[in-house]
């Protein structure tokens, strides 16, 4: 059973950068599809970025250019580059897990992290 610890999160001036970390245990990079979303207050849950059981990585579209999802391997830990930070990535940023699906619908993933908070002002 993956479980799945973030850190990272914290409070930046617009135009700064900021690393996001998700520490997955008991992961087989080939059995999961994992996958970084974001909630801000009053919001819905959304897709940021996500990479799949083969390893293909797909943005959202308002963060693509600005931020990169990668990993690595022998640290069981995805990270999330986030550079050129606006206001409006400002949220509770999550990591998620799902042996099936890789989508930008957070209905599909089983597990979850318990978050980290990104402000940005």
């Known amino acids: 059973h993956v479980q799945l610890v973030e850190s990272g999160g914290g409070s930046v001036q617009a135009g700064g950068s900021l690393r996001l970390s998700c520490v997955v245990s008991?992961?087989?990079?080939?059995?999961?599809?994992l996958g970084w979303f974001r909630q801000a207050p009053g919001k819905e849950r959304e897709g940021v970025a996500s990479?799949?059981?083969?390893?293909?990585?797909a943005y959202a579209g308002s963060v693509r250019g600005r931020f990169i999802l990668s990993r690595d391997n022998a640290k069981n830990t995805l990270y999330l580059q986030m550079n050129s930070l606006k206001p409006e990535d400002t949220a509770m940023y999550y990591c998620?897990?799902?042996?099936?699906?890789?989508?930008?619908?957070?209905?599909?993933?089983?597990?979850w992290g318990q978050g980290t908070q990104v402000t940005v002002s």
């Open positions: 008991q992961y087989t990079y080939s059995q999961y599809c």
């Open positions: 998620a897990a799902d042996p099936v699906a890789c989508s930008w619908s957070p209905a599909d993933f089983g597990t």
């Open positions: 990479i799949d059981r083969f390893g293909f990585i």
